[in-house]
């Protein structure tokens, strides 16, 4: 492991429930040299504005964690927010980095790069070899570009920036909108509201039926951190100049109605969860293969129950937020 606790590391999208999960992380594992900007102080979209930051702060370290991310209303709502905002934010950050000689970069993207119908569990070498799932093909393609660019910039310059493909995400610091938010967000937000009011059901959009994978954000955040701080030698010999991605999830998954069943049970609501077939269900099944990663030796450490606990905890705590 190469590690060095004086490094200066800017945390791109440190407000957001990934950048605060890879702050938190690297605050306990020592680091002492983080650089965080809010969106009021640097507008990642303005390419000048990028510049100006990165000629002053010349990190030796970036994670990109910032992106426009939601939910299927919201990709289908917003595609060409989500396709241009994403895109613009790391070009802006990849190239910016290697401008002023950043070394080593972390692009952080999602498992909706993969194809909708990609062999389960789906390896890293599924990139590109298929279509993808539509309702986020916008932010996908966003998302595929960044890998891609890390790739180019590998090959073409001799730089280290290495790319993590998170499975689903969720814990504290996530974003709760009722038209916006990922599943489980949503459904957290969805079961606790009908608790309150005394509904005696909750209705949810698809057949219940599409299994997910999920990994609490702390997990990902450590495993952020154990990429970065593998020798080049390390992260090479599992990746390749044209494929230099790296799958992280837990390993297993579960359907969305045993999801809902875990947040009904942690929340105590004794109403009936009601789901409308007639709504989209997304891909039928999406679980990352992670054994590339669980070979160079991370593995996940927080159960999903636990999990679900402390995100819940988290949205009360902050819910007249």
């Known amino acids: 492991m190469n590690k060095n606790i004086d490094q200066k590391i800017y945390v791109a999208g440190h407000m957001g429930m990934v950048g605060s999960a890879i702050v938190r992380a690297l605050q306990k594992d020592g680091y002492r040299n983080i650089i965080t900007r809010t969106r009021a102080q640097l507008d990642l979209t303005n390419q000048a504005a990028v510049s100006e930051f990165f000629a002053a702060e010349k990190p030796d370290?970036?994670?990109?964690?910032?992106?426009?991310?939601?939910?299927?209303?919201?990709?289908?709502?917003?595609?060409?927010?989500?396709?241009?905002?994403?895109?613009?934010?790391?070009?802006?950050?990849?190239?910016?980095?290697?401008?002023?000689?950043?070394?080593?970069?972390?692009?952080?993207?999602?498992?909706?790069?993969?194809?909708?119908?990609?062999?389960?569990?789906?390896?890293?070498?599924?990139?590109?070899?298929?279509?993808?799932?539509?309702?986020?093909?916008?932010?996908?393609?966003?998302?595929?570009?960044?890998?891609?660019?890390?790739?180019?910039?590998?090959?073409?310059?001799?730089?280290?920036?290495?790319?993590?493909?998170?499975?689903?995400?969720?814990?504290?610091?996530?974003?709760?909108?009722?038209?916006?938010s990922h599943v489980v967000p949503a459904l957290i937000r969805k079961v606790h509201e009908a608790k309150v009011a005394g509904d005696p059901e909750v209705p949810l959009w698809g057949t219940g039926t599409p299994k997910r994978e999920f990994l609490h954000v702390d997990d990902m955040a450590r495993a952020a951190i154990f990429v970065m701080e593998l020798s080049k030698d390390s992260y090479d010999s599992c990746t390749t100049p044209m494929q230099s991605h790296l799958n992280v999830g837990c390993g297993s998954d579960i359907t969305i109605r045993e999801l809902i069943d875990t947040i009904v049970g942690v929340i105590g609501y004794q109403g009936e969860v009601v789901f409308d077939a007639d709504k989209p269900d997304g891909a039928p099944r999406k679980l990352m293969n992670s054994q590339r990663i669980f070979g160079l030796g991370w593995k996940p450490s927080i159960s999903l129950e636990d999990g679900i606990k402390n995100a819940y905890d988290d949205f009360v705590a902050n819910a007249s937020k």
């Open 61 to 180: 370290q970036v994670y990109v964690a910032a992106a426009k991310v939601g939910g299927i209303y919201a990709n289908n709502t917003f595609p060409a927010e989500f396709i241009y905002q994403n895109l613009i934010i790391e070009a802006n950050i990849i190239h910016q980095a290697f401008i002023v000689d950043v070394k080593k970069l972390l692009f952080l993207g999602s498992s909706c790069v993969y194809p909708k119908l990609a062999e389960q569990p789906m390896i890293e070498e599924a990139l590109l070899t298929s279509k993808l799932e539509a309702t986020n093909e916008p932010y996908a393609l966003a998302k595929i570009a960044g890998i891609k660019m890390c790739e180019s910039y590998n090959r073409q310059y001799g730089v280290d920036y290495r790319c993590l493909m998170p499975t689903n995400l969720y814990g504290p610091n996530d974003n709760y909108h009722p038209l916006n």
